[in-house]
């Protein structure tokens, strides 16, 4: 059955984007311990996807067995490069398509793409409407409450215009582009736009647990969660029993955690290569490896991390030493 926004699971539960962290592997854990969750792809560049580039379409490479539905987040500029993009997706069998107008990063607002494009609506809403002609597939964007500050008006009037254009959902990130990820998110400007529109509007920004979705859903059709996995991806699963009913327990201590960081390790290792795979697990190691003594210790060893046998010697290693207890 092909995938609707509009007939999904709601309130829908969302991995959000992240450039470094949400490759195959990390979609794979995280699809291990809920698997009702939606993944969204690191965002990719349209322009590399129309050139071909093999680093670019490695990024949108997924396990449909394990991974759907899949939403692949692409960022430009170029509409020509939006249509033509869209549709070498479909034809790698994503289930829908995410379109990045909401990345801070210097480097991404520099070159006109993310957040830049809260500054042309018109060409925001061209966009939408660029990527819809290349695809049957649903398009959706992910955006930010504005570039200094929030004018609720104006924002409002941004989102119908993707709307309009053909966006079929929109998740709104709670702070502006200036703010990055400072202060706290603000999510009334959210509920605001939800009031407005017709399509599923998804919130974004600070939810740490399932007390925060439960208490930040309101009148919103589900919720993205994003850093906060980094360190407890388990707090999915905690939210979707929150959502859907059910119970569930977290692993508390390191030897009941233990697992889930090897599976990663083995399944980064298996998408990437042994070499890149266990460097760049090492970010999570660190993320993983905390609440102990001798916790940073083991950290500044496992960021040297090189094999996929030298990983499970110090995981273990970590493991005698803290005993079943941490």
Not at 55 to 73: S, W
Not at 138 to 151: A, E, Q, Y
Not at 155 to 173: D, M, N, P, Q, Y
Request: aromatic share 8%.
């Amino acid at each position: 059955m092909k995938f609707s926004w509009k007939n999904c699971t709601k309130p829908i539960l969302a991995l959000a984007p992240m450039a470094g962290y949400t490759d195959s592997a990390y979609r794979q854990l995280i699809k291990s311990i809920e698997p009702r969750a939606i993944c969204f792809t690191e965002f990719t560049s349209v322009d590399g996807i129309v050139y071909s580039s093999k680093k670019t379409l490695k990024q949108l490479d997924f396990n449909p067995d394990e991974e759907r539905p899949i939403v692949a987040q692409i960022f430009g500029k170029k509409l020509d490069h939006f249509t033509e993009a869209a549709k070498k997706i479909e034809e790698m069998g994503a289930d829908a398509i995410d379109l990045n107008m909401g990345c801070p990063a210097k480097k991404v607002v520099s070159s006109d793409h993310g957040s830049s494009l809260l500054k042309n609506p018109c060409h925001a809403a061209d966009i939408v409407a660029a990527t819809v002609r290349g695809t049957s597939l649903p398009v959706s964007v992910k955006t930010r409450l504005g570039i200094n500050k929030v004018d609720i008006e104006w924002f409002i009037a941004f989102c119908k215009k993707l709307e309009e254009a053909g966006a079929e959902l929109i998740t709104i990130h709670g702070r502006t582009a200036k703010q990055m990820y400072l202060g706290k998110s603000d999510w009334e400007p959210i509920y605001e736009v939800k009031r407005n529109l017709k399509i599923p509007v998804i919130g974004n920004g600070d939810v740490l647990s399932a007390a925060d979705a439960v208490g930040k859903l309101k009148n919103l059709d589900g919720v993205m969660v994003g850093r906060a996995t980094m360190s407890n991806p388990w707090v999915m699963a905690e939210i979707a029993a929150a959502f859907y009913g059910g119970e569930y327990t977290a692993p508390k201590t390191f030897a009941e955690k233990l697992p889930y960081l090897l599976k990663h390790c083995e399944l980064s290792v298996q998408t990437k290569g042994e070499n890149r795979g266990i460097v760049e697990m090492r970010k999570n190691f660190v993320q993983a490896i905390r609440g102990f003594d001798g916790a940073s210790e083991y950290r500044a060893r496992v960021v040297h991390i090189s094999t996929l046998e030298e990983a499970k010697r110090i995981l273990n290693e970590i493991l005698e030493h803290v005993g079943q207890s941490a």
